[in-house]
């Protein structure tokens, strides 16, 4: 039997596109020597005449940048929505699950040796996620930039290979998928009180 199932697969790459860009968060995941590291930072999406490039930053004390000293091959997940899926909520009799929304990359990572590229990366990189109606400009000279330079490294990501696993209860009746799609929309209002709880838990564990 194949897997993942042909209907969980998203089969358009600007579907892809459109959750990386509205959920940039990417985790970072690279091996080497028997040694798996992982990151989490925000990357933005440049088209070329391929698949395009994802553009990023890690702190130079991360310890994932000892796989990076030549190119290498990375596996990106950008996570969209998600949600448990109670029985309770079709009207068929159903067992429990878990839909969401996932965009899996795979790549090659280049260090980008040009401080001043990366200083306009990180100008391109602001401006992308302040959106249209931008509260906040990076400007190019701004002094606390020009001192984290030192501390931050730029690189960029081929993009080789891209794979959408959208598990939003397609093998389901319509009337079951719409269901499905407002309890996942139920969930994200409610997550500002699970926010709420993990700062207070965290000021709690700091005490």
Known sequence: MKYPPE??????????????NSSPLATI??????????????????????????IGHLDKYNPQLNHFKKDHPVELIFHGPEVYIS????????????NYFKAHIKGVL???????KVRQSLI??????????????????NPRMARALD??????IKITHWEGKYKISQDKRKDDRERAK???????????????????????MKR
């Open 182 to 204: 407002n309890a996942m929309i139920d969930a994200k209002s409610k997550s500002l009180d699970q926010i709420e709880r993990l700062y207070q838990l965290h000021q709690t």
């Open 151 to 156: 501390y931050i490294v730029g690189f960029h």
């Open 87 to 98: 029985p309770a909520v079709y009207g068929t009799t159903q067992l429990p699950t878990w």
């Open 29 to 54: 995941i690279s091996s080497l020597d028997d040694q798996i590291e992982a990151s989490h930072t925000p990357l933005v999406y440049k088209k070329n005449a391929e698949l395009g490039v994802l």
């Open 7 to 20: 209907h969980h697969q998203e089969a358009n790459f600007e579907n892809i596109l459109s959750l990386i």
């Open 124 to 141: 391109d990189m602001t401006t992308f996620l302040e959106g249209d109606s931008p509260a906040y400009t990076l400007e190019k000279d």
């Open 110 to 116: 280049t260090i980008e040796k040009d401080q001043e």
